[in-house]
């Protein structure tokens, strides 16, 4: 074949005089692989494999990458990354249908503050483990705006972009909640009609919301488990919360990935979102009221999801 074609032949006429037939195609492949390599052997050594299909170790090799050091890498990257390791330029469709495949998919980023202090946060793991889920009550602070009623997804034709008219607020008014969660779902929540939570506004809703749920311990709703915000840490918090026989938690610093009440938050702004498409003149005539609907719609349920994933529940 190499021979003919040096003697001038062409593609198709070496492909006719083949026996068995072989396409032109192939004897192009052919020749092309003795130009480049001067031997007839295929890239896998013999080995048929699905065409286009990234190998078992090449995967593995990325996926340990986007685990242990960056899980930020665009699809162009990660194939710099794979061509600087092995020596292949795969494309960026099939590495995403490749980690599709082994379950790597696309997601909300969530952020880790530097200045964790990585000892304090195991400490505080292994303490969690002297506490039932039963003891635990969650307490944080939530707010709703107008900017909250917006919702942040859409659908229009492929191709064009999916719009919607919102009037455009600035420091507007608005509700800020305190949230009360146990195992059981939410419990109990406390509005104000403010920007911000000062001090005495939070001891005035831990002493109208949260201490006549509080039994001393180790009965159930016991442990009272909080931020560190700095009204958090009045004097006066400790005191009312201690004086009712109960414990006061307070989560080591930036670590707001333990306090399963942010998710609940997440849901109920969700549920705001909905009640201001379904029910709007509900929503703009009584916020209040809307904003304390959708914190209860926090369930048992969620709440014991929100508890696994934040390492309360093992």
Not at 16 to 37: D, G
Request: with cysteine; charged share 25%; hydrophobic share 40%.
């Amino acid at each position: 074949m190499v021979a003919a074609s040096w003697s001038g032949w062409s593609g198709r006429k070496i492909a006719r005089t083949t026996f068995p037939r072989i396409s032109e195609s192939c004897v192009a492949r052919i020749l092309t692989r003795f130009k480049q390599f001067g031997d007839f052997s295929t890239p896998c050594a013999g080995k048929r494999r699905r065409p286009g299909k990234i190998p078992d170790v090449q995967v593995r090799w990325l996926v340990k990458r986007l685990r242990e050091e960056d899980c930020t890498l665009y699809l162009d990257e990660m194939a710099d990354r794979l061509e600087a390791q092995f020596g292949t330029r795969w494309r960026e469709n099939l590495i995403c249908a490749t980690l599709l495949r082994y379950g790597i998919t696309r997601k909300k980023l969530t952020i880790d503050s530097t200045k964790r202090n990585e000892f304090e946060r195991a400490l505080f793991r292994e303490n969690m483990g002297y506490y039932e889920p039963e003891q635990l009550v969650f307490i944080d602070e939530t707010r709703k705006d107008p900017r909250t009623l917006r919702r942040r997804y859409g659908r229009a034709v492929s191709g064009a972009r999916a719009r919607a008219r919102f009037a455009f607020t600035r420091g507007s008014s608005g509700w800020s909640a305190l949230g009360v969660m146990t195992v059981g779902g939410m419990i109990d929540c406390g509005l104000t009609r403010a920007k911000g939570v000062t001090a005495a506004t939070f001891i005035d809703q831990l002493y109208h919301h949260v201490l006549p749920h509080l039994q001393p311990y180790p009965a159930p709703r016991s442990v009272v488990v909080l931020d560190n915000a700095v009204v958090h840490w009045a004097p006066l918090v400790r005191e009312l919360i201690e004086g009712c026989g109960a414990r006061v938690l307070y989560l080591p610093a930036y670590s707001y990935d333990m306090m399963p009440i942010e998710h609940a938050f997440s849901k109920a702004k969700a549920h705001m979102e909905w009640l201001h498409g379904a029910r709007r003149e509900y929503v703009e005539a009584c916020p209040q009221f809307a904003l304390e609907e959708a914190l209860m719609s926090v369930t048992a349920e969620d709440a014991v999801g929100y508890l696994r994933n934040c390492g309360w529940i093992q």
